[in-house]
């Protein structure tokens, strides 16, 4: 499965017709919107808050248990289908091993059988009056015989067949190490995604919040005349957006848990939250590039996988190859024949050694070599293909760490300044010297900058989980951050 994009942006655009120039009338010693009179008649044409925002507004009303990372991967770990479905494959696998090996063991065989038949013939009486009648026969015929073949020596084609099974088996559980490790990067991915879609519905909270009192605010001033009224058309133009941002933002939370769930493999409700977590480094993330491919190599499943198909093949081949020769077997045989099994019993009993050999084929066992050699060239070319997709996952993934460290950082310094950028907007508008435009503009940015911190700050952690799994790493170091 797919690492879940993490992609999810608010953007609160004011959208008021001729709204991008300051007024004209608006005096340069308007007194600050704080000496306003603390209590102003409510607007009928206020904009009124939907009663689904309010509930919005007081935070989590009903998000009872919690659920923790580890929880998750446990949860995934019991119910994920692709886990149950890899280890049904498994058995399965190893269960073909137990069948190679019965080769080696004795083949006993029995079987019995017991007739009863008649027969009818016309006699003629002496005595009586010489008149003709029938006589019935009856016969009774038991057989049963025991059969024992124990192979001696095949020139290693039993051998091999038991070899390459094992090797199969091998690369099977292999592989399901392999779906064990992309069933917890997609459950990870997904967690991180709830996070950021949580952290992302916070912000458009806050961001709602604000405009709300900014509303109250502009309102009172726009009332005693000391703004002029496109100030509020332009603040409940940004309370509407801000609204839209918020109902968009809870759609986004409540999707990213279906999928979470999805991951884990529950068919649930959603009334829960998640524990905020935080992705310690992966040790060796700034190591070179060689070295990390080395040890992905190493440790990934897959790959070890890939060397165990390449071994069974080579086993097989092996096997085709001696088809050419015979084999040799001990064969015996006890048989009992006769019309009662307990009172007249007639037992033979045969041994000896038999010989098989398949002397000309129409050269099947030539073509059978041909495919089984092209079949181990073709998993040897998928093993040096694996190599160059490590080879780009490691790569790819150690990038990705790398420029989400950077970003983050650089998105806690743009959330700063943003931050300043509004209290600065807020404290000129307030003290009439600057526009309401100035401070929508101001509060946009610090809702973007805030929406990209938290972008930044769970990018980093999915980027952690995918250079985990690209290494073949299946433990996560993580912190509960609250």
Known sequence: MRALPLTFSLCLLPVVAGAQQ???????????AQQAPATTPQDPAKPVTPPAVQQSLSMSAAEGRIITLADAE??????QPTLRSAQANTD?????VDQAFSSFLPQVSASASYTLGTSNRDVIQVVGGGSTGVVSNTSRRFSGSVNANQLIYDFGKTTGRYNASRESAGAQENSQLQVLQDALRDVRAAYFNVLTQKALLGVARETLQSELARLD??????QVGTRPEIDLLQQRTAKANAQVALIRAQNAYATAKAQLNQTMGVETATDYTVQDVTVAAIPGEDALLDALVKRALEARPDVAARERQIAAQESQVRVTKAGHLPSFSLTGNAADVGENPFNDPTLSVQGGVNLSWALFQGGLVNAQTREAQASLRDLQAQKDALRQQVR????????NVAATREALTAADEAQVNARERLRLAEG?????????IEVSDAQVAFTNASAQQVQATYDLATSRAELARALGTVELNTLASR
Do not use: C, M
């Open 22 to 32: 300051a007024p004209a009338d608006a005096p340069a010693d308007a007194p600050r």
């Open 74 to 79: 446990t949860l995934a770990r019991q119910n």
């Open 92 to 96: 399965a696998a190893y269960a073909r």
């Open 217 to 222: 605010q502009v309102n009172a001033s726009v």
């Open 392 to 399: 780009l996952q490691v790569e790819q993934a150690r990038l």
């Open 428 to 436: 000129r508008y307030r003290a009439g010297v600057g526009n309401i």
